[in-house]
């Protein structure tokens, strides 16, 4: 099936460093979500963001919307042990009924 | 607000078997999206329920069959299984069938012996 391409892969940092990671896509997305996924666990919403261009922040966690509307960014201020865990985004195009999940980022935070 | 719950949590069945998943709907929520999320894969979309009726479909076969209740609670059932749909299915709730954002529960986790 169809998924976005999420960057890095997987990554290991140190407590304390800032993360960055990025979703691209090859179709024009309306929406963009983010989520974290802890294992055992279903993917939690952390961010929403509906216009280009837009820059929204949830405590630690900013995302932005691309100007170009394929790609979306996360970071990370200050890491702690708990960001420990899976990353993904999901697209929604203007007109469907469905959200297209990225291939995820494992984040893994050395104390 | 009650969160979106889904049964049971873990499951095994043997191939050819049918099962049958429940999802209960976040307060509020009036649809339900269902997703198979293979092992180190993110989620893939099977359907989504608005009004008690498919709103529509990711690429899965037929054997994959839903319903929507009056009070908004889902199941997903799997006829014919294989061992490809051993995953970890989860149920997603939203406040419409459009962009809005969905909750998802912490799923159901199949294993076909």
């Known amino acids: 099936g169809q998924q976005l391409n999420q960057s890095p892969q997987s990554m290991f940092i140190q407590e304390g460093e800032d993360v960055s990671m990025n979703c691209t896509s090859s179709?024009?997305?309306?929406?963009w979500l983010w989520y974290k996924q802890d294992p055992g666990e279903g993917p939690v919403l952390l961010i929403a963001?509906?216009?280009?261009?837009e820059l929204t922040s949830n405590g630690r966690l900013t995302a932005q919307f691309g100007i170009t509307r394929k790609d979306s960014f996360l970071n990370i201020s200050a890491s702690i042990p708990s960001d420990v865990g899976i990353y993904f985004c999901?697209?929604?195009?203007?007109?469907?009924?469905?959200?297209?999940f990225g291939t995820g980022t494992r984040l893994k935070v050395l104390a | 607000e009650t969160g979106v719950t889904q049964s049971p949590t873990h499951l095994i069945k043997t191939r050819g078997q049918q099962v049958t998943l429940r999802c209960s709907s976040q307060?509020?929520?009036?649809?339900v999206s269902w997703y198979q999320q293979a092992l180190g894969q993110g989620p893939q979309f099977i359907f989504q329920?608005?009004?008690?009726?498919?709103?529509g479909r990711g690429n899965f076969p037929p054997r994959f069959s839903g319903l929507q209740f009056p009070n908004y609670s889902s199941e997903l059932n799997v006829n014919a299984l294989e061992l490809d749909d051993s995953a970890l299915y989860l149920c997603?709730?939203?406040?419409?069938?459009?962009?809005?954002?969905?909750?998802f529960g912490d799923g159901t986790r199949l294993s076909i012996l």
């Open positions: 963001l509906y216009k280009a261009g």
């Open positions: 999901a697209g929604h195009t203007s007109g469907t009924y469905k959200y297209i």
């Open positions: 179709s024009i997305f309306n929406t």
């Open positions: 307060s509020g929520h009036n649809t």
């Open positions: 997603a709730s939203s406040s419409g069938p459009k962009d809005q954002p969905q909750h």
């Open positions: 329920y608005y009004r008690e009726e498919e709103n």
